[in-house]
C-alpha cells in the first residue's frame, strides 16, 4: 500500500470556536486515536486532495511538526453543501500489531453475462480487512470473467492472502443481473417485425386526390 505524507501542526487549543477559527484559516481539524493517546492537531486542506479523491486506501505519514505518525484515515466529515472537509480522523497503526480498514474492491475481467447482455451491480464498492500494516493492499482485485447472469459473488466467496475480510460472508459483493433495457429492446424489436409483417400483408389503399 503506498504512502501519502501529510504535514500538519498540534493544536493548542480545544472546542468548537477553536476548530471555526482553524476553518477558517483553509486547515482542517483532526484527531489520531493512537494506542495510548489522542493526539490533536490541523492540517491545510489541500494536503488531503492525493488521499480522499482516489479509488484506492493509502496509508498517512502524518508529520506534525517534530514528530512522525503511522495512521490510516477512520472517517471523514464533510460540509452538507460545499463538501469542505470539516474534520479527519485517524488510526495510529503500528507494523506489529493487525489494524482495520476499508479497503476498495477494484473489478477486473470481461463478465460472460454482461457480455451476453447483463448488467453489472455492485453491491459493495469496499470491504473491512485486518491485516498487519506491510500486508494490507491498494485495492482488493475481483474478477468476474467466468459469471453469467443472475450470477454474483458474495464476501465468503473471496480470500486474500495475509488478510482477513471481516464482513458477513453471506453479504453480496456484486451481481450479473438481466437488464432492463436488453428486455425492452427485444420486446420492442419484437413488435416493429409484428407491425411491418402485418403492413405488408395488409392491401394498399389509394392515396386521396
Do not use: W
Request: charged content about 30%; aromatic content about 6%; hydrophobic content about 40%.
Amino acid at each position: 500500500m503506498k504512502t501519502i505524507e501529510i504535514k500538519g501542526t498540534f493544536r493548542t487549543e480545544l472546542g468548537k470556536k477553536s476548530s471555526k477559527q482553524i476553518r477558517k484559516t483553509g486547515n482542517v481539524p483532526c484527531v489520531i486515536y493512537g494506542k495510548e493517546k489522542n493526539i490533536h492537531f490541523h492540517a491545510h486542506e489541500n494536503s488531503f486532495k492525493n488521499l480522499v479523491y482516489t479509488p484506492e486506501a493509502h496509508m498517512v505519514k502524518l508529520s506534525i511538526e517534530d514528530k512522525e505518525y503511522k495512521a490510516v484515515l477512520k472517517d471523514m466529515q464533510f460540509h452538507p453543501v460545499n463538501d469542505k472537509i470539516l474534520h479527519a480522523d485517524f488510526i495510529e497503526i503500528f507494523d506489529n500489531k493487525p489494524v482495520v480498514i476499508g479497503i476498495p474492491i477494484k473489478v477486473t475481467g470481461d463478465s460472460v453475462g454482461v457480455l451476453a447482455g447483463g448488467r453489472l451491480s455492485i453491491k459493495r464498492r469496499t470491504l473491512k480487512v485486518k491485516g498487519l500494516a506491510n500486508d494490507l493492499p491498494e485495492f482488493l482485485p475481483i474478477d468476474i470473467t467466468d459469471l453469467k447472469i443472475h450470477e454474483g459473488l458474495k464476501v465468503g466467496d473471496l480470500s486474500y492472502e495475509k488478510i482477513e475480510l471481516l464482513d458477513p460472508r453471506k453479504s453480496m459483493v456484486l451481481t450479473i443481473a438481466t437488464s432492463r433495457v436488453v428486455q425492452k429492446t427485444d420486446a420492442e424489436v419484437a413488435a416493429e417485425v409484428a407491425a411491418e409483417a402485418a403492413a405488408e400483408a395488409a392491401p394498399e389503399t389509394p392515396a386521396a386526390e
